[in-house]
Structures are given as structure tokens and as C-alpha cells.
């Protein structure tokens, strides 16, 4: 079993930058792919990176450019750095973990989450 917990949303000015971070306990997640989600009041969630730990990502096109996703394996933490903030940035971010290395878009494919952390990008 696996238990996330995300932190580091705020609210952030439109062109600013923010990191999210996923704290991992309870087993090691050296075998799982890693995902961020978000999910913004009125739409569906919304795939937004992926990771292998071999270092293989993925990401949505909305994200690509501006977004990166990356881990501290000593930490078992991975984070999402955002830059280039924009207001449709704005919603509550999800760490998810999936039990096998695939990378995966789709969120039924992750077996945990976190809880949330809140982004809000001001105009």
C-alpha cells in the first residue's frame, strides 16, 4: 500500500512559477510509474505529466514547455515544477501512482492518490 500526500499549492500571479511536491510512504514506489492529474471545478480531471523512474515522461500538450516533472528517489518525492502560470492553470492537483512502469494517461490506470493540493492562478 501506497499513501501520497501532495503539497505546496498557493496562489501564484499569472507568468509566475510554482512546485508542487508527492511525498511517497508506506512501500517504495521504485516499481510504479507516477502521475500528475488536476482537476478544475466544471471540467472532467485532467492528465497533466507522467513518470517512469528510469526518467521517461510524458505530458499533456497544455502542459508541455511550461510544466516538468521529476523525483528525488532519497526523498521518494516527485514534484511538479510549473512555470509560465496561466488562470486555466488553475485547479486542484493530484499525485497519483500506478503498480506497474507503463506510463499511463488515464487516470482509472492509477491504483493511488493523494488528496489534493490546491493551485490558484491569478490574472
Known amino acids: 500500500q501506497v499513501q501520497l500526500v501532495e503539497s505546496g499549492g498557493r496562489l501564484v500571479q499569472a507568468g509566475g512559477s510554482l512546485t508542487v511536491s508527492c511525498a511517497a510512504s508506506?512501500?517504495?514506489?521504485?516499481?510504479?510509474?507516477m502521475g500528475w492529474f488536476r482537476h478544475a471545478p466544471g471540467k472532467e480531471r485532467e492528465f497533466v505529466a507522467a513518470l517512469k523512474w528510469s526518467g521517461i515522461t510524458s505530458y499533456a500538450d497544455s502542459v508541455k514547455g511550461r510544466f516538468t516533472i521529476s523525483r528525488d528517489n532519497a526523498k521518494n518525492t516527485v514534484y511538479l515544477r510549473m512555470s509560465n502560470l496561466k488562470p486555466e492553470d488553475t485547479a486542484v492537483y493530484y499525485c497519483?501512482?500506478?503498480?506497474?512502469?507503463?506510463?499511463?494517461?488515464?487516470?482509472?490506470?492509477?491504483?493511488?492518490w493523494g488528496q489534493g493540493t490546491q493551485v490558484t492562478v491569478s490574472s
Open positions: 497519483a501512482a500506478r503498480t506497474v512502469v507503463a506510463l499511463s494517461p488515464y487516470d482509472w490506470e492509477y491504483d493511488y
Open positions: 508506506g512501500r517504495t514506489f521504485s516499481n510504479y510509474a
